[in-house]
């Protein structure tokens, strides 16, 4: 077993079985995403366009591609054939670009939206009454080939277990508070927790979390 499959059996073993985990391979090599493969995982992240389109041409048909980058609409084009999520729709705009190129290309986008939760101003998003007005007011029925089937969000960078647990359970509760609005059976995903906080958010109600270094190990 090498050391990339010694850290996930590890890291399986701390996950419930409702949650997915997504292995955040940007910037790392196919022959490194290969060994994650070989131990059985299926879900890769991405942050690059071009990146995710070269790797998943080069890579087994059956990985499930994340798109969880920041997203140019100049890049939906790239992204919406290969993604089998995206998980960083921040803006209308970007709903609304995805929803033009999936019309044309006769495909059926799944998207999450990302909702600003943190105290930095640098992190992207919806805020949360926005995110809520998407679904009161009906706006999502604008966009037939989006399948909205959650939401993500990215806790403050900090110690505070407090701080973070605040910001992923507001995030939860937004969530249900959709899925009541919603009922949407595809509406089930919430996409929060990283390597320093996962913990965390599966405790608040987290179904994918996105972790990379501790399997990978720092970027190459």
Known sequence: ????????????????????LVCVSKFHSEETILEAYEAGERDFGESRAQELVRKAAALPKDIRWHFIGSLQTNKVKMVVPTAYLIHS?????????????ATKNNLNSRVLLEVHIAEETTKQGFKPD?????????????YPNVQI????????FSADTVKIQREFKTLHSLFLQIKS???????????????????LAIEEGSTCVRIGSLIFGERC
């Open 149 to 156: 089937c959650g939401l993500m969000g990215m806790a403050t």
């Open 1 to 20: 077993m090498t050391e990339i499959q010694e850290k996930i059996t590890s890291l399986r073993q701390q996950l419930p079985d409702h949650v997915r």
């Open 89 to 101: 729709v921040d803006s209308v705009r970007l709903l609304e670009a995805i929803n033009n190129y």
């Open 130 to 142: 926005e995110v809520l007005e998407i679904f009161t007011s009906g706006v999502w029925k604008n």
């Open 181 to 199: 609005i919603f009922l949407n059976e595809n509406f089930s995903e919430l996409s929060m927790g990283m390597t320093n906080d996962f913990h």
